[in-house]
């Protein structure tokens, strides 16, 4: 199982970034899929949720900023960020939790900074 995640980066504040992650080994339309992040000295936080029938779930600071989407055809869920902030800087993992409960996975993690 490989859980790989790209888009991260270097961002101003009031920016955007569009976070991937492509599955493969999982039967990706039964995994819920979120986001987590973790920055330096914090614990590791759960940023938004997707559901496999699509229903999402949100951190209440990324509320109208974030968006999760998935696209089942592609193994793919992604994390649409924007108006950016310098709080919003961390390692943004990938996860993926079979509905029901049984298997869940990590991704390797994508760096986002954020200047101000």
């Known amino acids: 199982v490989q859980l790989v995640e790209s888009g991260g980066g270097l961002v101003q504040s009031g920016g955007s970034l569009r976070l991937s992650c492509a599955a493969s080994g999982i039967i990706f339309s039964i995994y819920g899929m979120g986001w987590y992040r973790q920055a330096p000295g914090k614990q590791r936080e759960r940023v938004a949720f997707i559901t496999i029938g699509s229903s999402t779930d949100y951190e209440d600071s990324v509320k109208g900023r974030f968006t999760i989407s998935r696209d089942n055809a592609k193994n793919t869920v992604y994390l649409q960020m924007n108006t950016l902030k310098p709080e919003d800087a961390a390692v943004y993992y990938c996860?993926?939790?079979?509905?029901?409960?049984?298997?869940?996975?990590w991704g390797q993690g994508t760096q986002v900074t954020v200047s101000s």
């Open positions: 996860y993926a939790a079979r509905a029901g409960g049984g298997s869940n996975y």
